[in-house]
């Protein structure tokens, strides 16, 4: 009688075994692919390749890294009405802000980040506004855009609007 319990616990421990180690293999979540971008020796991280944002459009990449170099203040603006957006806008400002803000330190250039719903904003001297729209609070494509002081990105989908603002990011570089 030992010999069949012994067994058959040698048995049901090796069967544990084998679903545990089956479930790793095949349940185990997707790898997360990162791409790094080196820039005066220094590497970013992005989510997305940055290689499908050059697709996005940009109105005047030059100008646009002109303007960010010049302000002493980035104010991200947003439509609050709805939270998947603010979520997304969330998210794109914080990938902004966690590539310029060491990016401009690393020159010993000293910019402060905020954030503000459209419509309690108010420009001050220094100001530079930039307005993320999302697909629910009204985006029509996927883009960077000046226009006077205010840089507008937006996005049509999730994905377009990360793009949008990896674009962003990758002309304040100079990676046009």
């Not at 996005?56 to 439509?79: G, M």
Request: with cysteine; glycine share 8%.
């Amino acid at each position: 009688m030992k010999k069949y319990t012994s067994i058959g616990i040698k048995m049901g421990a090796f069967v544990l075994i084998v679903l545990v180690a089956s479930l790793i293999v095949f349940v185990r979540k997707p790898k997360t692919k990162f791409y790094n971008i080196n820039v005066d020796g220094h590497t970013y991280v992005f989510h997305i390749n940055p290689k499908l944002s050059e697709n996005v459009r940009c109105s005047d990449p030059e100008l646009i890294q002109i303007k960010t170099y010049q302000a002493k203040r980035i104010i991200f603006i947003f439509n609050g009405n709805n939270e998947k957006d603010n979520a997304l806008f969330s998210v794109m400002g914080q990938n902004i802000v966690l590539r310029l803000k060491p990016y401009f330190e690393y020159q010993g250039i000293w910019k402060a980040f905020n954030a503000s719903e459209i419509n309690s904003y108010v420009p001050k001297k220094g100001d530079l506004a930039i307005k993320l729209i999302g697909p629910r609070t009204g985006s029509n494509g996927t883009y960077v855009e000046l226009n006077n002081s205010t840089v507008i990105i937006s996005g049509n989908t999730t994905e377009g609007a990360q793009m949008a603002a990896d674009k962003y990011v990758l002309s304040v570089f100079g990676l046009y």
